[in-house]
């Protein structure tokens, strides 16, 4: 078969766009999404080439789930913990549901925690837009983590701080830069282990329902005789 021989010229005009069937604002979107998509890709490669750190670690990824860890314990630990999970079990209390989510998360169940924390941040609960700002930071999705930290902010303008069941403080920050927008945040000490295993079988033991979000999945929901043995899950 003969082979035409086409110019450069010629190559590149056949596969041009034509600019006739874009707008000004049609580029200008384009542009912010790839320079948008440009800074998560930064952030994620940072992020991965961080070194392990020997202690608490440093990486703002890793720092994120560690933090949110020892968040989650302190949450679940609180005396009045079983309690709020029993008024959240009947009637969909959302300070109650802040406590569920934790437990979810420490059973390796993100997507259910997902779900709840939602719920209660959505009730004005700022520790449950603080738990989804970290969540999101661990795993770099960086426009979710975004959107959660401006939550912290409104809600702490709006005085809507609701339940706080372990010392914390959560509040906007300096943007970051790989962030755009980023939440400064105290903690206390990591404190005393949870029984993972027994956390996770007490998980494992639930209902679950799917989620109106497809995308979360199935969510576990809360029961009566979790409560009960809400001891069980810590340790003294």
Request: contains cysteine; charged residues 25%; hydrophobic residues 40%.
């Amino acid at each position: 078969m003969t082979r035409i021989q086409r110019s450069i010229d010629e190559v590149l005009s056949g596969a041009r766009v034509f600019q006739g069937e874009y707008t000004d604002a049609d580029w200008k979107a384009a542009r912010h999404t790839v320079a948008r998509e440009l800074d998560e890709l930064r952030w994620v490669r940072l992020a991965a080439d961080c070194p392990a750190p020997a202690g608490p670690p440093t990486a703002l990824h890793e720092r994120a789930a560690y933090d949110l860890r020892t968040l989650c314990r302190g949450i679940i630990r609180d005396p009045g913990a079983a309690c709020r999970v029993t008024a959240f079990d009947t009637d969909r209390e959302p300070e109650g549901a802040l406590s569920f989510s934790c437990l979810l998360y420490l059973a390796d169940q993100e997507e259910g925690a997902q779900f709840w924390w939602q719920y209660t941040a959505g009730a004005g609960n700022v520790t449950g837009a603080l738990c989804l700002y970290l969540m999101h930071v661990s795993h770099g999705e960086i426009h979710d983590a975004r959107h959660w930290a401006h939550q912290v902010d409104d809600l702490n303008r709006l005085g809507w701080s609701g339940y706080t069941p372990v010392e914390h403080r959560a509040r906007s920050g300096a943007p970051d830069p790989g962030l755009g927008a980023s939440v400064r945040y105290t903690l206390p000490p990591p404190g005393r282990a949870v029984a993972e295993e027994a956390v996770k079988d007490a998980v494992a033991q639930l209902e679950q329902v799917e989620a109106p979000d497809a995308g979360l999945g199935p969510v576990p929901q809360p029961t009566a005789d979790l409560a009960v043995h809400w001891p069980d899950l810590l340790p003294a």
